[in-house]
């Protein structure tokens, strides 16, 4: 085995460290798909995706191949730096074996919004203090306006207001009947999540991480998994999600509200409005206002 150094660039991710700060950027990944897919001279765009885009266009089909090396370049720089494109990604993702004009359409939106984004990193500071694993999670009732299916967010950092170490964007398995139960699937999803990274974490540091405290913004789901409302409200809701109350009552997850403008999740369950992005991005990247 050999001693290379510090670690500067690694599977298209770049990195700078310095004065207790690790920075994680793909500015040459994201200059290579745009070269690759003929972007590279493209106009940015100052948000993800186009307010109207639905995925739901009966517009002519296009090449799926082209589309799926798009989506699949996207995919790995959403997976690995870039929480701010989660949500449109995992929209584009769904129509893969059928793409249309739209979609193809919506990818180079994204390009061009990368184009624009490029010089964003996560940023991760020394932190003296004690770690604590925090969770936000959020989810967008019916969002899926072809089957109606909800959408489930959630990013998990080891600090208040620090980077993420884990963030996802996922159309919710089953249909909810109210915001509040697609609240409580979302949190039955974090609370998986939670028990997987508290594992991996304590297989790697000396401190045993016991509980996730993981924020809510709907009042309703927080009573649900409390056991607090009417058996009438939740007596069709799968087995699988009140596992959700077992992971709470053992003390393994705390739940707590907040309120939705302090929601960071809320970019990864919905299209992202320039005002909302310009307010959560900071936060998804770690960034302080002197940065």
Known sequence: MKDLGEISYFLG??????????????????????DIFGMSNCKPRTIPCEQRFEGMSDSEQVDPRRYREIVGSLIYLMTCTRPDISWVVSKLSQKLSCPRLEDLVTTKHVLRYLKGSMEHELCFRKCDGELNLIAYTDADWASSLHDRHSTTGYCFSLTENGPPILWKSKKQPTIA?????????????????????????????????????????NQGAIALSKNLVSRQRCKHIDIKYHFLREVLIGGKIDIVYCQTEHMVADILTKRATKVKLDRFRPILFGYNPCD
């Open 13 to 34: 991710i770049s990195f700078k460290q310095g004065n207790g700060v690790i920075k994680m950027n793909q500015k040459r990944y994201i200059q290579k798909i745009l």
């Open 177 to 217: 009947l109210s915001t509040c139960e697609a609240e409580y699937v979302s949190l039955a999803a974090t609370s998986q999540e939670s028990l997987y990274l508290m594992q991996l974490l304590n297989s790697m540091d000396s401190k045993i991480y016991t509980c996730t405290r993981i924020y809510e913004d």
